[in-house]
């Protein structure tokens, strides 16, 4: 629903000169967003190291893990993003008209995402969003995290519809898995990140540029 790539940008970047590691630039965001802030900080904190790799010859500066680092990293990059959530990021195109259309239609709405319950509530808060959900629900709110299908399977609980006629509507792989393990239909928008990767690539039942065409 938002492009959050700014937001990760800045965050991170902000994050890594704390810790006096070079920024990254956008591209390593996009491939490395959705699987949980957790896999986020360790993969940036990872390849920022290789950058400055003392194993090469002539330095003489020791190694230094990822781990290492990861506790004052993570506190970092909450302070900064917690800062900052909601400034550099833009609602995509359709995605109100898409909603209204949704909510007149009587359809009860959740919001599953793998970033924090926090972070989500206030992102949806800033962006105007907020009042179309029932419920929302993060990375943190459940014992595993997408693609595995338990979020999924507790949020239609807590809709209070069987899993084979609630629609899963994301932008990656992860949604997808999550969706085909938890026996639900689910559509997949063209924009986004997916790691990488071409959408058309994940599991899905239909393809959408926009969340306006789904009641079309």
């Known amino acids: ?4 790539l700014g937001d990760f940008e800045v965050a991170l970047n902000r994050m890594l000169a704390e810790l006096q590691l070079p920024p990254i630039d956008r591209a ?3 491939r490395t967003v959705g699987k949980g802030s957790e896999h986020l900080i360790r993969s940036v904190l990872a390849h920022q190291l290789q950058r400055i790799d003392p194993t090469t010859e002539g330095s003489t500066c020791p190694a230094v893990q990822p781990e290492a680092l990861y506790e004052q990293a993570w506190r970092s990059y909450q302070a900064h993003y917690r800062a900052i959530n909601g400034r550099f990021s833009e609602v995509y195109d359709g995605v109100r008209e898409g909603l209204q259309a949704l909510r007149e239609a ?6 599953l995402t793998n970033k924090p319950r926090a972070f989500a509530t206030d992102l949806l808060q800033a962006k105007g969003l907020s009042g179309y959900f029932a419920c929302v629900f993060g990375g943190d709110s459940f014992e595993r995290k997408k693609p ?9 609980e807590a809709l209070g519809t069987v899993p084979a006629r609630t629609l899963m509507v994301g932008d990656s792989e992860n949604d997808g898995l999550a969706a085909r393990a ?8 063209t924009y986004g990140y997916n790691h990488g990767q071409p959408i058309e690539r994940a599991p899905h ?3 959408i540029a926009s969340l306006a065409e789904l009641l079309a």
């Open 1 to 4: 629903m938002v492009d959050t």
């Open 28 to 30: 390593l965001v996009e």
């Open 106 to 111: 009587g359809l009860p709405l959740a919001c």
């Open 148 to 156: 595995d299908p338990l979020p999924l399977l507790k949020t239609c």
């Open 182 to 189: 938890a026996g639900c239909p689910v559509a997949l928008v």
């Open 205 to 207: 039942d239909r393809l």
